[in-house]
């Protein structure tokens, strides 16, 4: 099970801009800055956002923002991640688990021709990754092996609280320190270390 965002694609960029300017647009300048942002993942993004007293308009605001700029601006997957989806996906399901909505993700899947990918949950399927990786879990059974990997402290505690085995990526949004501090059970510096998913 992987995150999207800053561990299938790099999408920093967009993720910043778009944060950046729905915050100024709506009044919480104090969020406006990129590190300010990315603060939101060390729990749940839609969670941490409600705590901090985010309506639900402007969190369905900064979806939209995202999904635009997305859109305009294709994230693209890094170096060695489009051969490790398909080379994983030959013995093992491999499944997507994302606060991004469903429809972007797979458009950028059909964009790169990332192969293997047999399911994206997006925020659209649900805002709790640990209820995500229950489902999945579910209709997979033992063809889909109990790892989530991500790029936030926030992707680290939903997989600890859903019961499966976390890899932190050290190539992501909060970079290998940060996660290191949440410790995973395994810290992945390439995609080559996520072999051991194999």
Partial sequence: MFDYDGTIVDSLRVFCDSCVAVFERNGYSEYATCE??????????????????????????????????ASAQTPRPFE????????????????????????DVNRVVAEYDL??????????TATSK????????????????????????????EAKAA???SIGVGWGWQGAE????????LMAYSPDDLLVLE
């Fill in 36 to 69: 300010r942002a990315l603060a939101f993942l060390d729990g749940n993004w839609f969670e941490e956002l409600a705590a901090a007293g985010l309506s639900a308009r402007v969190i369905d605001e900064l979806e939209d923002e995202f999904s635009a700029l």
């Fill in 80 to 103: 060695g991640i489009p051969e490790l989806l398909e080379r994983l996906a030959r013995r093992n399901a491999v499944v997507v688990i994302t606060s991004s909505r469903s429809d």
């Fill in 115 to 124: 192969r293997g990918i047999a399911e994206v949950l997006g925020a659209d």
């Fill in 178 to 185: 940060k996660l290191r501090a949440a410790e995973p059970d």
């Fill in 130 to 157: 640990l209820v995500k990786i229950s489902m999945v879990r579910q209709r997979h059974g033992s063809a889909l092996k109990p790892w989530y990997v991500g790029d936030t402290v926030g992707d680290i505690l």
């Fill in 163 to 165: 019961g499966v085995g």
